[in-house]
């Protein structure tokens, strides 16, 4: 069963992205396994729009949101590598990049899933 603070999380998240875009799957262990759609990662990558899956831990809102996941897998349409931060890797056999910004001053009061989300995706439209 999703803790309270896991399930305010996900209210918050369809909140903010829209509820068509949000969809979760239990972990087991009181947090959820999220995926959202339809987002937009900036110019400079492709394919658009992505998904990106994440998972709040049971431990939400004490610990962080991180990683991040995008599917399909993003290139840069410049050709050019991704940079730091950013790898490929694989979610159950499928391909996905791994957005690796972790908050290393969480604060439990004022960061939120929906909030770290928006964050990583402002990082990645600059980067």
Do not use: C
């Not at 998240?13 to 759609?37: P, Y």
């Not at 998904?51 to 840069?76: E, G, K, Q």
């Amino acid at each position: 069963m999703i803790t309270a603070d896991v399930q305010r999380a996900l209210e918050e998240l369809r909140t903010t992205f829209g509820a068509d875009s949000v969809s979760h799957a239990e972990d087991g262990a009181g947090g959820a396994h999220v995926t959202v759609t339809g987002l937009e990662p900036g110019a400079q990558y492709g394919p658009r729009p992505v998904s990106v899956r994440f998972t709040i831990a049971f431990t939400y809102p004490a610990s962080d949101v991180y990683p991040h996941l995008i599917s399909p897998p993003l290139v840069r349409v410049d050709g050019q590598q991704l940079g730091s931060g950013l790898s490929q890797t694989n979610l159950n056999g499928t391909p996905v990049t791994q957005v690796s910004r972790r908050s290393n001053h969480w604060d439990a009061n004022t960061d939120t899933a929906a909030i770290k989300l928006q964050k990583v995706l402002e990082w990645l439209r600059k980067s």
